[in-house]
């Protein structure tokens, strides 16, 4: 398809589990994001790629939470020892911009994964 | 503080009334700026951008007021397909170049 794909779309997990999202971006797109969304909030920024290159991790709540996108491609955030808090949809996003400002920038997002952990 | 600050709503109006939206944002670097349209359950979608001397397109303006740090979005003409949550969403600029997020104004019309 030529949107950005997320999987799985929902995922319930046991407190303690850990827990491995999966986003394909669009093809090309440099740029990645997570977002993290709680119910009746606007999106939290967790993490940012730039090809493969994790350029920006200030979003990510605690060293529980690991991302990755190794070839530049399909990325994948990990949760360790899920927590209640943890429950929300987390977002994925892409875009084309590589480098320079971030005007005009659209970011195309997934439909999200719908973590629920118990 | 919040960086993009907005009112939550809901805004309830009947079918062909005009609404307006604001959303304030901390940051004064921030570089660029957009209206985000998420509907119950899905992801959010690029609404518009918002460009300083202000834009329009179709039945929705947005404007942008640096000096004030403050961003608008006016909608005629509401219809019922028009019920959704609308964020306001700035890029901080200064090198970071993650979209933040407000947290939505949530916009029911009526018939």
């Known amino acids: 398809g030529a949107g950005v794909s997320q999987s799985p779309r929902y995922k319930v997990a046991k407190r303690g589990q850990d827990v491995a999202l999966r986003c394909d971006p669009i093809?090309?797109?440099?740029?990645l994001f997570w977002y993290q969304q709680a119910l009746g909030q606007g999106p939290e920024f967790l993490t940012y790629f730039q090809n493969e290159a994790q350029l920006d991790k200030s979003g990510l709540p605690s060293d529980r939470f690991f991302a990755e996108r190794p070839e530049g491609s399909v990325s994948t955030l990990k949760i360790q020892r899920t927590q209640q808090e943890d429950s929300a949809v987390y977002l994925c996003?892409?875009?084309?911009?590589?480098?320079?400002?971030?005007?005009?920038?659209?970011?195309?997002f997934g439909q999200g994964t719908r973590l629920t952990v118990v | 503080r919040k960086e993009v600050e907005q009112d939550p709503g809901p805004f309830n109006v009947p079918e062909g009334a005009t609404v307006a939206f604001n959303c304030t944002y901390s940051n004064s670097a921030s570089q660029s700026f957009f209206w985000y349209r998420q509907d119950c359950r899905k992801e959010p979608k690029l609404l518009m951008s918002v460009y300083s001397s202000g834009n329009e397109d179709g039945r929705f303006t947005a404007q942008l007021n640096r000096a004030s740090q403050y961003i608008s979005l006016l909608i005629r003409d509401s219809k019922l397909s028009d019920s959704a949550t609308y964020l306001c969403?700035?890029?901080?600029?200064?090198?970071?170049?993650?979209?933040?997020f407000g947290s939505g104004t949530r916009l029911q019309v009526q018939p």
């Open positions: 996003a892409s875009s084309f911009l590589k480098t320079g400002g971030t005007s005009g920038t659209e970011a195309f």
């Open positions: 093809s090309g797109h440099v740029s």
């Open positions: 969403v700035v890029s901080p600029g200064g090198g970071r170049r993650a979209l933040t």
